[in-house]
């Protein structure tokens, strides 16, 4: 396992994860909505030839309820991992952070040597410190 990796892509996917949790939630309230609707449906168990029945709906509602709310709960303990995670850094440390790997882009690098003022090299310097820093507080002890 690439530990330094493993970390890099865990702070690059925290503001894709606040995306996903609003995406669940609105698909949650749809599958809600048309829940509503599905259990006004007559329900029968009289056979019927090529449709789906009211209540393989129904079921299929219920499962994708079940999963999706599985999934927002994973994505905000994952959310919350990484604001644990940033919380423990230094303002200079996170600020880094947020330039280089949450707001990311091209110009990265250039944005951070603008802000603090600092040579590529050392940009690089700081970044290989902090994301081996990242690193030992999602894996643990023998990382980095």
Known sequence: MNYIQEAED??????????????IRQELAALNAEKDMLGAQKITDMPRGGSREPDDNMCNNI???KELRERLEI??????????????LNPE????????????????IKTAMEEFNIEQAHVYRRKNIVIRKIAKMFLGVGVA
């Open 10 to 23: 865990r702070i690059k996917e925290y503001d894709q994860l606040y995306t996903a949790v609003d995406n």
């Open 63 to 65: 499962a994708k309820r």
């Open 75 to 88: 994505t905000q303990r994952r959310i919350r991992q990484v604001e644990n995670v940033l919380e423990k």
């Open 93 to 108: 440390e996170r600020r880094l952070v947020e330039i280089l790997y949450v707001i990311g882009g091209k110009n990265a």
